[in-house]
C-alpha cells in the first residue's frame, strides 16, 4: 500500500499510471474497431467482440489493482448473491464521480457481464474514441428533437429502431447495460438549482432508461439497482483516490424483476408514462433512505466507540 506517502507525491503518479492505463488500452483497442470495419464477416465480428471483451476486462483490473495500491480500501458489496455472468441486465445507479465507471467495472468484473454505455450516435465518428467504442460493442442511440419530428414525423421511431439494430448483437452473448439515471454527477449546487427532493441524489431522468428498455426490455433478464456510497469522501473523491484518501466504497445491489411496471410505450402512452415515472421515483427514494440509513448507522456506531484517554 502507498497510502502511507503524502498525498502531494502519490497525485501525479497516480494520474499518470491510470492514464497510462486508459491510453495503452485505447491504443490495443482501436486496431479492433478498424479490423471490424474492414471485415464484413459475423464470425470475426464475434472474434473482435472477444478481443474487445478481453481488453475491458484488462483495463478494469489495472484500474483495480492501481485503486487499491494507492488508498486502503474497505470494499463493502452487498447483495450480489444471485447474479451471474450469464445474464443480461439493465444497470441503473446514481451517480456520485467519474470515479463511478472504474468502480461499477470492478464490481461487474466477476458478477456480471462487461458494462455497456449508450453512446451518442455523433461519437462514431470520433477518431479512436469511436472505433474503439465500436470494437467493444458499445451501443450508439440516436435520438431526434421535438423540434426535428415536427419537421419530420417520418422520423418518429426511428430512434428507438436504431437502437434496437445496434443492439441486435448482445442477443448472442450476456451484456450489461449501464444507465446513470440522473443524468449528471450529484452536487450540493446541483441538487439545489433542480430542487432536488432527495437528501444524497438528484431526480432521476425517466427518459433515458424508458429509451433503453424500449429498445432492447425484452432481452433483460433483470433490472439491476446499484447504491454507490463513498462514507468517508464526500466533496472530491475522485481527486482523493489519486491523493490515496479512499477509504471505504460502499456498493448495494437489488436485483428487480422486469415487469408490467418498466415495459411499455413510454413516448405515446401518457398513462405508462406516468407510471413509470413513479415507479423510477420511488426507487429514488428507497436509495435515498438507504443512504440515510447507511450515514446515520456509522454515525451511531462512532457514538458507541470507547473514548480512549
Known amino acids: 500500500m502507498l497510502s502511507i506517502l503524502p498525498g502531494f507525491l502519490l497525485l501525479p503518479i497516480s494520474f499518470s ?62 447483495g450480489e448473491q444471485q447474479l451471474d455472468k ?42 479512436f474514441l469511436g472505433t474503439g467504442c465500436w470494437a467493444l460493442d458499445m451501443p450508439y442511440m440516436k ?39 440522473e443524468g449528471s454527477r450529484c452536487t450540493e449546487q446541483k441538487q439545489k438549482l433542480r430542487r432536488s427532493p432527495f437528501s444524497h441524489l438528484l431526480p432521476p431522468k425517466a427518459g433515458g432508461i424508458a429509451f433503453t428498455l424500449a429498445s432492447m426490455g425484452e432481452q433483460f433478464n433483470a433490472i439491476l439497482d446499484i447504491t454507490l456510497i463513498y462514507p468517508d469522501n464526500q466533496q472530491n473523491i475522485a481527486l482523493d483516490m489519486l491523493m490515496g484518501r479512499l477509504k471505504r466504497v460502499v456498493i448495494k445491489a437489488e436485483i428487480l424483476a422486469v415487469d408490467q411496471h418498466v415495459m411499455g410505450d413510454y413516448f405515446n402512452d401518457a398513462v405508462f408514462r406516468e407510471n ?26 462512532t457514538f458507541k466507540q470507547p473514548i480512549r484517554c
Do not use: M
Not at 470515479?99 to 461519437?123: G, N, R, T
Not at 413509470?276 to 456506531?301: E, G, H, M, T, V
Open 17 to 78: 499510471l491510470f492514464a497510462l492505463n486508459l491510453a495503452f488500452w485505447g491504443i490495443v483497442v482501436t486496431p479492433l474497431g478498424l479490423l471490424k470495419l474492414l471485415i464484413p464477416n459475423a464470425a470475426a465480428h464475434r472474434l473482435i467482440a472477444k478481443l474487445g471483451r478481453f481488453c475491458y476486462r484488462g483495463w478494469t483490473r489495472v484500474n483495480t489493482g492501481l485503486i487499491n495500491l494507492f488508498n486502503d480500501v474497505d470494499w463493502q458489496i452487498s
Open 86 to 127: 450469464e445474464s443480461w441486465y439493465l444497470l441503473i445507479a446514481n451517480h456520485k464521480s467519474w470515479l463511478d465507471i472504474p468502480v461499477v467495472s470492478a464490481f461487474a468484473a466477476k458478477l456480471i457481464p462487461e458494462p455497456k454505455f449508450f453512446l451518442k450516435d455523433q461519437l462514431k465518428w470520433v477518431p
Open 143 to 181: 435520438r431526434y428533437s421535438a423540434a426535428t419530428l415536427a419537421k419530420r414525423p417520418e422520423l418518429k421511431g426511428k430512434d428507438i429502431e436504431t437502437t434496437r439494430k445496434s443492439c441486435a448483437k448482445f442477443r448472442h452473448a450476456p451484456t450489461t447495460i449501464i444507465n446513470f439515471v
Open 276 to 301: 413509470f415515472q413513479q415507479w423510477l421515483n420511488q426507487r429514488w427514494q428507497l436509495k435515498d433512505q438507504y443512504i440515510s440509513a447507511y450515514y446515520q448507522q456509522q454515525q451511531s456506531d
